[in-house]
């Protein structure tokens, strides 16, 4: 069974923190995501990765960064977190696909951040 | 550039009704779609997909799907809920490489008994 696992449910953290979110994926997949999600806009890609060591932007980087140094770990940075950065963060990875599309996405559970 | 529409932010049905989610697409090329569906507290979990082939499409729990390339559509289906249908519901269709997703800002369905 395919697997995603991400390592907080809940984080509460303070302003002006650096934030580590960790996400771990079982099925030797190249390519992983970091999204938020935040009510009434889906889910907005922040940054992925297509293999060890690389990384794109998505649409959202600000504030952010990612690092991605084994194949199964996928790490979200919140280089010194905000109230506005308070939301619901899912990591995802999925297979490159033929010419890189067509294949699904697998999802973590989710980590619900809140910033004070 | 690419966009997903979902037209209903909160949908209500009765459990044993049957069940439309509307989807529209903007994509230049053939589109690859994805309906996914996120329980409470939960991450996302995929339904059904249509890549080509037969417009409709089948998949868990009940679901099914149609592929309308002329109304840019890809709405989703089930003839009768359950209870436990109740959650979030995101169509996403494919960006450009890497398997990139946009995604819709979901509908919430809504069952009462």
């Known amino acids: 069974d395919v697997k995603v696992t991400q390592s907080s449910r809940y984080l509460v953290k303070r302003t002006g923190e650096k934030v580590f979110l960790e996400c771990v994926q079982d099925m030797d997949h190249e390519n992983m995501f970091w999204y938020r999600q935040d009510p009434g806009l889906g889910l907005r890609l922040i940054y992925f990765?297509?293999?060890?060591?690389?990384?794109e932007k998505g649409d959202i980087p600000e504030g952010y960064s990612v690092s991605r140094e084994k194949k199964e770990r996928f790490s979200l940075i919140l280089e010194s977190a905000s109230t506005n950065q308070t939301s619901m963060y899912l990591c995802a990875s999925s297979s490159p696909g033929l010419a890189g599309i067509g294949y699904e996405q697998y999802f973590g559970p989710g980590t619900r951040l809140t910033v004070t | 550039a690419q966009s997903v529409t979902q037209p209903d932010i909160h949908i209500t049905v009765s459990e044993g009704a049957s069940l439309e989610l509307r989807c529209n697409y903007s994509y230049g090329a053939t589109p690859y779609l994805f309906w996914y569906v996120q329980s409470p507290g939960q991450g996302l979990q995929l339904l059904l997909k249509?890549?080509?082939?037969?417009?409709l499409v089948q998949g868990i729990k009940g679901f099914e799907a149609e592929f309308k390339r002329s109304q840019s559509s890809f709405n989703l289906r089930k003839p009768s809920v359950h209870w436990s249908d109740a959650a979030e519901y995101f169509c996403?269709?494919?960006?450009?490489?890497?398997?990139?997703?946009?995604f819709g800002a979901g509908t919430r369905l809504a069952v009462h008994p």
């Open positions: 990765s297509y293999d060890v060591k690389m990384k």
């Open positions: 996403a269709v494919t960006r450009g490489g890497y398997n990139k997703l946009i």
């Open positions: 249509y890549f080509s082939g037969d417009t």
